[in-house]
């Protein structure tokens, strides 16, 4: 059973947290997820949970094959232009496990 939608995304019943947990849980098991940010993949978990793919196993298949999509993005982004000398994010980026981030957005021209 999916939250409340007049309460998402404050209540949510043990029913929709084990659905979360098990997409989770899949979605860290992938290679193509596997240097994302643990948190990034769970608020994107919970993100599109929220907007009714409640299935686990559909669910952890789309976040990671988003979130791979934008990282492969990033990366060829990155090797196409020049990082800022700031060293700083660019907006819309993707954060990796280690607290750097891959490029996924614009890249500052």
Do not use: W
Not at 59 to 84: F, I, M, N, W, Y
Request: proline share 8%.
């Amino acid at each position: 059973m999916q939250a409340n939608p007049e309460l998402f995304p404050t209540v949510f019943y043990p029913s929709d947290i084990r659905a979360m947990a098990a997409a989770y849980r899949v979605a860290v098991t992938r290679p193509i997820c596997a240097d994302v940010d643990p948190v990034f993949l769970a608020r994107a978990v919970l993100h599109f949970y929220g907007r009714g793919l409640v299935d686990p196993d559909r669910l952890s298949e789309l976040t990671c094959s988003l979130v791979g999509k934008r990282r492969d993005e990033g990366r060829e982004a990155h090797r196409t232009s020049t990082p800022k000398a700031s060293g700083l994010a660019q907006p819309g980026s993707l954060p990796v496990k280690d607290g750097a981030t891959r490029g996924g957005g614009s890249n500052g021209s």
